[in-house]
């Protein structure tokens, strides 16, 4: 093979390792009539900050929380919202037997900003993600997919976050099949049908079916990984537990991540307060 031919091989795959990245940044977001949309978000960047480590246990397998599509489908009086994942979603702790949805490590939190005030929402986030949203930004609905049953995502909710019980939507229907996550709701619960002006954050975290007693079923992230631990971030409240998430569209989507998610305050260990947390973007993705 000449020397040029192998110049061309090595271009020509350093090209390919980008595309994913270069597509999430540049792609032009489709959105239909009712305001449904696909959003990519590229592979290989679910680690947070960037120093995120999968827990050590097989059930934690690469790329099992890392989102690569957020897909929103509004059809007459439900709305799907699907998050699919780089990796095959499967049920190791078989939920069946504990009235779970058909899938075991996974769960999300979809954060919506419908009117884009400031002042109107939440900028707290569920407890144990450890981010919080800008005041123009704050959510006012959020759609929470566990694999956890409704009477288990009820309780927990009237036990850690009872003052957000009515912007907390459990949908009437989750469920997992390939490498996608739905959750069906009603439009009556997200306060009507979705528009063109709504902001998403789709905020990626494991199922912890034996959470901290301030915890939202969220597993936490530590310094160093164990066996159901994430590691490479904090043993305090300080850092950002989410392992993957949306940034909005324009320049490297990877980079902007890591670069969100590390600004919190690191110092902040005995005490953690709200301004010591990082803040998380919304995406618009039909705004005009």
Same mark, same amino acid.
């Given at each position: 093979?000449?020397? %040029? ?21 540049d792609v032009a977001i489709a959105c239909s009539a009712k305001s449904g949309f696909k959003f990519p978000d590229p592979a290989g960047d679910d680690k947070g900050p960037g120093t995120y480590i999968y827990p050590t246990d097989a ?14 489908? %509004? ?117 009507? %049908? ?14 912890? $079916? ?12 530590? &310094?160093? &990984?164990?066996?159901?631990?994430? $590691? ?57």
């Amino acid at each position: 093979m000449t020397l %040029p031919s192998v110049r061309s091989l090595l271009a020509s795959a350093l090209l390919a390792s980008l595309a994913p990245a270069a597509l999430a940044a540049d792609v032009a977001i489709a959105c239909s009539a009712k305001s449904g949309f696909k959003f990519p978000d590229p592979a290989g960047d679910d680690k947070g900050p960037g120093t995120y480590i999968y827990p050590t246990d097989a059930v934690y397998k690469p790329g099992s929380f890392d989102i690569t599509e957020f897909e929103v489908v %509004p059809s007459g009086d439900t709305v799907e919202f699907k998050v699919t994942v780089k990796a095959r979603i499967e049920d190791p702790w078989d939920s069946a037997a504990w009235g779970g949805n058909g899938f075991s490590v996974q769960m999300a939190a979809i954060h919506i900003d419908t009117d884009h005030k400031k002042g109107s929402g939440v900028t707290a986030s569920l407890p144990g993600f450890n981010v919080r949203f800008a005041e123009e930004e704050a959510w006012d609905k959020v759609v929470i997919i566990s694999p956890q049953g409704p009477t288990r995502v009820n309780s927990e909710i009237d036990s850690k976050c009872p003052q957000w019980k009515d912007r907390i939507i459990v949908p009437k229907l989750t469920r997992a099949q390939g490498r996608t996550l739905t959750a069906v709701v009603d439009v009556k619960a997200l306060g009507g %049908p979705p528009q063109a002006g709504w902001g998403y954050q789709v905020l990626m975290q494991s199922n912890e $079916g034996f959470p901290d007693k301030t915890d939202l079923l969220t597993r936490k992230v530590n &310094e160093f &990984e164990g066996q159901h631990r994430f $590691g490479g971030g904090s043993d305090y409240d300080n850092d950002p537990h989410v392992i993957d998430m949306l940034v909005p569209p324009g320049g490297d989507p990877v980079a902007k991540q890591y670069e969100i998610l590390s600004k919190y305050n690191k110092a902040a260990t005995t005490s953690v307060k709200p301004e010591d947390l990082a803040v998380v973007p919304m995406v618009y993705p039909c705004a005009k």
